[in-house]
């Protein structure tokens, strides 16, 4: 499964970006998928996953209400809607792959992408 993550940038605080994540696999649908970011001089962070159909999803406390996740399995792709951004959200934005169960922690997942930077400035 390769994954590839798209439409990070700069924007002013308040503003809004939407990412979106490609896979090439046939059965995209079999995977649970999300995104996590990581900070300068910081860990790898959970943000926000949705389950293979899309009915579950899980987001940080942090984001909850400015982001939400969704997906398109026609095409293969997932999204991060991303509203009210702040400073603190600038981070390097990855998206994964695991099947087939959701989970918010970043070690359980088996495919990831190159990742992409949003920069947020006040």
């Known amino acids: 499964v390769q994954l590839q993550a798209s439409g990070g940038g700069l924007v002013q605080a308040g503003g809004s970006l939407r990412l979106s994540c490609a896979a090439s696999?046939?059965?995209?649908?079999?995977?649970?998928a999300g995104w996590f970011r990581q900070a300068p001089g910081k860990e790898r962070e959970f943000v926000a996953v949705i389950s293979w159909s899309g009915r579950i999803t899980y987001y940080a406390d942090s984001v909850k209400g400015r982001f939400t996740i969704s997906r398109d399995n026609a095409k293969n792709t997932v999204y991060l809607q991303m509203n009210s951004l702040k400073p603190e959200d600038t981070a390097v934005y990855y998206c994964?792959?695991?099947?087939?169960?959701?989970?918010?922690?970043?070690?359980?997942?088996?495919?990831w992408g190159q990742g992409t930077l949003v920069t947020v400035s006040s």
């Open positions: 994964a792959a695991r099947r087939p169960v959701v989970t918010t922690t970043p070690n359980d997942y088996d495919y």
């Open positions: 696999v046939r059965t995209f649908s079999d995977y649970a």
